[in-house]
């Protein structure tokens, strides 16, 4: 089938040109085709402007886009203490007329229990994919200049944060709506465990808390 391929960002860059038509019968064999190298890890494929996963077959004329993971920004699990000002610094671009975050922190009161501390556990590597696809799926629905998210594991004190998110955007209605889906979308799909520990007992916490 032959096929519209659009590259966007670093791909564009790297190959040498924005559009060409190519020879592929699904979308896993659009990449080799470019004859570019290794295919960069995190890298997603839409198929006349959908999402689309690499088994999917290919019709005569279909635009495929293949889109890096993020245009900016930064996706981060660690055992570190989190620092605003470096996502915010992350997200930092000359087109941004504004900086939305948020930064979720350990509360000493939950369910009606006091909370000692938190205790998150992640599987990192997929969690870091997640956020990237989380972001390309924003930068997709709003105008954003980058995304950034960084995300502790471990013990978590009270007060503490445990997720810190920027988002830059010319327009700051897509800056603050983009950040508000980040958080919410976060907690229900990327894998991360909240352990809560309190004052004679502990609980692990299921997604969307």
């Given at each position: 089938?032959?096929?519209h391929?659009?590259?966007?960002?670093?791909?564009?860059?790297?190959?040498?040109?924005?559009?060409?038509?190519?020879?592929?019968r699904?979308?896993?064999d659009?990449?080799?085709a470019?004859?570019?190298?290794?295919?960069p890890?995190?890298?997603?494929?839409?198929?006349?402007?959908?999402?689309?996963?690499?088994?999917?077959?290919?019709?005569?004329?279909?635009?495929?886009?293949?889109?890096?993971?993020?245009?900016g920004?930064?996706?981060?699990?660690t055992?570190?203490?989190?620092?605003?000002?470096?996502?915010?610094?992350?997200?930092?671009?000359?087109?941004a007329?504004?900086?939305?975050?948020?930064?979720?922190?350990?509360?000493?009161?939950s369910?009606?229990?006091?909370?000692?501390?938190?205790?998150?556990?992640?599987?990192?590597?997929?969690?870091?994919d997640?956020?990237?696809?989380?972001a390309?799926d924003?930068e997709?629905?709003?105008?954003?200049?980058?995304?950034?998210?960084?995300?502790?594991?471990?013990?978590?004190?009270?007060?503490?944060?445990?997720?810190?998110?920027?988002?830059?955007?010319?327009?700051?209605?897509d800056?603050?709506?983009?950040?508000?889906?980040?958080i919410?979308?976060?907690?229900?799909?990327?894998?991360l465990?909240?352990?809560?520990?309190?004052?004679?007992?502990?609980?692990?916490?299921?997604?969307?808390?």
């Amino acid at each position: 089938m032959r096929v519209h391929v659009k590259l966007f960002a670093g791909l564009r860059e790297r190959a040498g040109w924005s559009s060409r038509e190519i020879e592929a019968r699904t979308v896993g064999d659009v990449w080799p085709a470019l004859g570019l190298g290794e295919e960069p890890g995190g890298l997603l494929y839409a198929v006349n402007r959908v999402y689309a996963d690499r088994s999917q077959e290919l019709r005569d004329g279909d635009e495929v886009a293949l889109i890096p993971p993020v245009s900016g920004g930064a996706f981060v699990v660690t055992e570190e203490r989190l620092s605003l000002e470096t996502v915010v610094a992350e997200v930092a671009d000359e087109r941004a007329g504004g900086i939305a975050t948020f930064t979720g922190t350990v509360r000493r009161q939950s369910r009606g229990r006091e909370v000692t501390h938190l205790e998150y556990e992640a599987y990192a590597e997929m969690a870091e994919d997640v956020m990237a696809k989380l972001a390309a799926d924003l930068e997709r629905r709003y105008d954003l200049c980058a995304v950034a998210i960084h995300h502790r594991t471990g013990r978590v004190e009270i007060g503490e944060a445990s997720v810190v998110i920027a988002v830059s955007a010319p327009h700051r209605q897509d800056a603050l709506a983009a950040c508000k889906d980040a958080i919410d979308t976060l907690k229900e799909t990327v894998p991360l465990w909240k352990k809560e520990i309190y004052e004679g007992g502990e609980e692990w916490i299921g997604r969307g808390s």
